[in-house]
């Protein structure tokens, strides 16, 4: 929902608040890394599955580096959350970064044609590169990488039940840490034959600012604690306002465009009675009162964004 704000100013900056980008990303990812390098031997080309609301920001591009050696797809999932009127600036930015093989997905989807075109693409990447130690192999081969929960297991799944008409083979979670290590190959598709290699979600060991950061921690990459769900939310009012996209103004009943996150939870929490009852001291002594519990209200904002009840983004 696109609407033309009133008069009403909106904050030209988010003030991060000195954050410590680097303490919300985990240090246990060296052992996926080097699971991935160890059986890059095996591999026919290398599918980077990312969120398409966040297409530069978040990329591992240390890790691609070290698999470049492999032909390698872009696949932008959920393309059905992003701003697809967006699509042709963005695959302009990634030809300038040397990215020039790009598909936009939605693996909810099994019937869209984008999804139908990974077969096709990959088998013409690898039929015109070497293939080295694997060329008399007649099966191809490919490694899925990706940061967390970018739906690298839901487009394994989608894959085998649109081309094998089978159920999912890999976990599928709405957190970041689902897969934990490099698993066996999993078939997808009978002709031409293809096995996919799920892997671990591996942040980029460098960040490159605490944006990119919280557009990280917005899209669901990051655990929301160890980012606070309270800064997550205004990041979120912040992100719709400064897009001009008020579809939360209509989700919500809110009237007009707010700036103000207090003002909105507020309003969230009493809409969907999410309260809490505590006692408070007064002149007279005790008495229980109702206060709106900001932390559902935050949670139920950050949900409806992901599920795309507020609207089309691209973050980036």
Request: hydrophobic share 40%.
């Amino acid at each position: 929902m696109r609407l033309i704000a009133t008069l009403r100013s909106f904050r030209e900056t988010f003030d991060f608040g000195g954050r410590d980008v680097a303490s919300w990303f985990p240090r246990h990812m060296a052992k996926g890394v080097r699971q991935m390098k160890s059986i890059l031997h095996k591999v026919d080309c290398v599918v980077e599955v990312h969120d398409a609301r966040i297409p530069l920001s978040g990329r591992n591009l240390p890790l691609q580096e070290d698999l470049s050696v492999r032909p390698h797809l872009l696949v932008l999932n959920k393309m059905d959350l992003a701003d697809m009127t967006q699509k042709q600036r963005v695959l302009q930015e990634l030809e300038k970064r040397g990215v020039s093989n790009v598909l936009f997905t939605n693996c909810a989807d099994e019937t869209s044609v984008s999804l139908r075109k990974v077969v096709p693409r990959v088998s013409n990447l690898i039929e015109l590169s070497p293939r080295f130690n694997r060329v008399e192999e007649k099966d191809y081969s490919l490694m899925v990488m990706g940061i967390p929960n970018v739906g690298k297991s839901s487009f394994i799944n989608a894959l085998r039940r649109l081309h094998l008409k089978r159920g999912k083979a890999s976990k599928v979670g709405g957190e970041p840490g689902i897969t934990k290590a490099v698993l066996t190959r999993i078939q997808v598709c009978q002709q031409p034959q293809i096995y996919l290699l799920d892997t671990p979600g591996v942040m980029s060991p460098r960040i490159k600012n605490v944006e990119v950061g919280m557009k990280l921690a917005l899209c669901g990459t990051i655990l929301d604690h160890l980012v606070g769900e309270d800064a997550i939310a205004d990041y979120l009012l912040f992100s719709l306002n400064k897009h001009q996209l008020f579809g939360y103004v209509e989700h919500y009943g809110l009237g007009e465009p707010q700036d103000d996150l207090q003002t909105v939870l507020k309003h969230i929490a009493v809409k969907l009675h999410k309260t809490r009852r505590m006692k408070a001291l007064t002149g007279v002594g005790n008495i229980t009162i109702t206060v709106p519990n900001y932390s559902l209200a935050a949670f139920n904002f950050i949900r409806a964004f992901r599920n795309g009840l507020l609207g089309r983004i691209t973050l980036d």
